[in-house]
């Protein structure tokens, strides 16, 4: 019986929410802020914390629930100095661009999602300052750039009309290989070249917000 009731209230929501009309967006700013965290290469996710990723773009959907995109990113590591024992401050900064590719969709007026995949071009920033034992500290930058893919995941609650918030997901292939080296160390310590050479990823989590230009309500 309390299962019947369960299931009759969903199928009630269900109808009024479909009675109401199923939005759909058109154009659409959004801004997304995530924290980070290292997944891939070994050196990577033991010396480099995950402090911010945030992105902005525009994006279109198409009445078939078809969406577009362009927009600019930028994320930055920090290196944490209690898994080194040379003291080294500072961290990776990462700016990009790209397009995306996705499908989106209301169920009802208020409740969506939207998944895709963002590819573009980053150009990363390692600064850091090194303090050597005994001599003076110095400057260490490397720069360097590379494609980036970006598999993304977002609930969507609309607020009114002209604004709605998100929770973020997703997972990011920047695909260099990180080396200790970069950061100023020494040397690579233990890490042997196979593990080196793997490619740097990150997933994340986080919200985000979207401002609609326009907007369409099928019956």
Same mark, same amino acid.
């Given at each position: ?12 929501? %269900?109808? @009024? @929410? ?7 967006? &058109? /154009? ?13 290469? =070994? ?5 480099? =914390? $995950? ?5 902005? /773009?525009? =994006? ?10 362009? %927009? ?7 290196? *944490? #100095? ?7 401050? %500072? ?15 209301? /169920? ?14 980053? =150009? ?15 400057? +260490?930058?490397?720069?360097?750039? +590379? ?34 080296? *970069?950061? %100023?160390?020494?040397? +690579? ?8 050479? +793997? ?6 989590? $986080? ?7 326009? #907007? &369409?309500?099928?019956?």
């Amino acid at each position: 019986m309390k299962r019947g009731f369960i299931l009759l209230s969903f199928l009630i929501v %269900g109808i @009024a @929410a479909r009675a109401q009309g199923e939005y759909q967006p &058109k /154009y659409t700013w959004n801004v997304e802020l995530g924290l980070p965290v290292a997944t891939s290469n =070994q050196p990577f996710r033991d010396i480099m =914390q $995950g402090l911010v990723t945030l992105n902005t /773009y525009q =994006q279109y959907s198409f009445p078939f629930h078809l969406n577009v995109g362009l %927009g600019v990113k930028y994320s930055y590591f920090t290196v *944490d #100095e209690f898994a080194i024992s040379q003291p080294i401050f %500072g961290g990776l900064h990462t700016g990009g661009a790209f397009a995306k590719v996705g499908w989106d969709k209301f /169920y009802g007026p208020s409740f969506g999602i939207d998944f895709g995949v963002k590819m573009g071009y980053a =150009q990363h920033f390692i600064t850091t300052e090194v303090q050597p034992n005994d001599e003076p500290s110095f400057k +260490n930058r490397v720069n360097f750039s +590379n494609v980036f893919v970006e598999p993304v995941f977002s609930l969507i609650l609309k607020a009114d009309e002209r604004n709605s918030y998100r929770f973020n997901a997703g997972y990011t292939f920047y695909g260099f290989p990180y080396e200790p080296v *970069d950061i %100023g160390l020494e040397s +690579n310590g233990a890490y042997t070249p196979d593990v080196l050479d +793997n490619s740097t990823q990150y997933f994340f989590v $986080g919200f985000g917000y979207s401002f609609y230009f326009g #907007e &369409k309500v099928s019956e």
